[in-house]
């Protein structure tokens, strides 16, 4: 009897072996998440008491995971703090950073399947796990080491904040910080991975089939910064097709679609590719404009201000311009680079650019 009342009133869900939920009369009370061995109990929907293990802990679970799915590799490379620019740099870097480690030693691991894509693109020959069940984040704690694997993260929260600081008070440059963060002093170039004959034969079909023709890219999309309004991006791309051109969105959202644009969901290997055709880029600083930067068409990047996000705080957009100018890196293509503080520009001003260019027929 009381094993029946148990089974009615008490109940477990497991969420892809993550997550741990104890429900007690259909409310939730207790919930663990396995990976991190953290636990929190609720009390009337309210968090009373919760454990998370210090992060060196968590390290050893990262550690102990892969020792259970029997992947044995030296040196681990967590890349899960990289967003996609960050990881552009890292893994134009690598082969500095492993120096004379054996490719079969190593391994990256990453939070997200883009991320995957993107170190399989720069590094084919090197393993790459994608991690999602568990929490591989680090606020400081960029280091650990057993008799089984090395581990390394970047980067970590701290970081970032660190950079932010540096940005705000002494003029840094997320670039060089980077460098002074992993030891590095010298002076690197920097490349687009290779394109696959299917993907270059896929993306002039692709062009052939959308009438792209001339083109142009608008990239309206990013993460930390905050959004431009809608009228500015309608106003660029009615001005830019009164003068014949065909515009491809490259957007992840759809209540971003702009009437009148041809848009698609393309890998980094594809959305590169079709870059190279295009007779520019428009977007806002972002993670895939940095990768662009190199590829030898105009680009015309606008920098607005960052939003606060948790613990980081906001940033002026004329500190995010100077903190994260793409004219520093290396191989940046700067002879066709634009770039734009958005509190002192219009669209117009960006257009009269644009209209320069193509009076000199670079466009």
Wanted: proline content about 2%; overall charge positive; hydrophobic content about 35%.
């Amino acid at each position: 009897m009381i094993k029946i009342l148990k089974e009615i009133l008490c109940k477990t869900k497991s969420d892809n072996k993550s997550v741990k939920k104890y429900y007690l009369l259909g409310l939730l009370y207790c919930k663990e998440i396995i990976a991190t061995l953290e636990k929190e109990i609720r009390l009337f929907g309210f968090s009373i008491y919760r454990k998370k293990l210090p992060e060196i802990a968590r390290y050893k679970v990262l550690a102990d995971y892969l020792q259970q799915i029997k992947v044995n590799k030296r040196y681990v490379y967590n890349l899960s703090g990289c967003p996609s620019g960050e990881l552009y740099i890292i893994l134009n870097l690598f082969r500095e950073i492993i120096k004379d480690k054996n490719e079969e030693d190593i391994l990256l691991v990453v939070d997200k399947e883009f991320k995957y894509n993107l170190c399989k693109l720069y590094e084919p020959n090197i393993g790459c796990l994608v991690l999602n069940n568990i929490n591989l984040y680090f606020y400081s704690a960029d280091y650990y080491s057993d008799d089984r694997c090395e581990i390394r993260s970047y980067f970590t929260v701290e970081h970032y904040l660190n950079q932010d600081i540096l940005i705000n008070t002494s003029g840094e440059h997320y670039y060089s910080y980077i460098l002074k963060d992993l030891g590095l002093c010298g002076v690197y170039s920097f490349r687009l991975p290779g394109t696959s004959q299917s993907i270059k034969l896929k993306i002039k079909d692709y062009i052939k089939r959308n009438n792209l023709g001339k083109f142009i890219i608008i990239a309206p999309e990013v993460n930390t910064s905050a959004p431009l309004s809608r009228d500015f991006w309608e106003n660029i791309i009615k001005e830019l097709k009164s003068k014949g051109y065909k515009i491809f969105l490259n957007i992840t959202k759809l209540e971003n679609y702009i009437e009148g644009c041809v848009t698609d969901k393309f890998s980094y290997e594809e959305i590169i590719e079709l870059a190279k055709h295009s007779r520019g880029i428009i977007g806002l600083r972002s993670g895939l404009i940095e990768i662009l930067s190199i590829i030898g068409v105009p680009k015309f990047i606008i920098y607005q201000r960052f939003l606060k996000r948790g613990c980081f705080k906001s940033m002026e957009s004329e500190n995010v311009l100077s903190g994260f100018t793409l004219t520093k890196l290396p191989n940046a293509d700067v002879r066709n680079l634009f770039e734009y503080d958005i509190n002192k520009i219009s669209e117009r001003d960006l257009l009269l650019d644009f209209e320069m260019l193509e009076s000199k027929k670079m466009i």
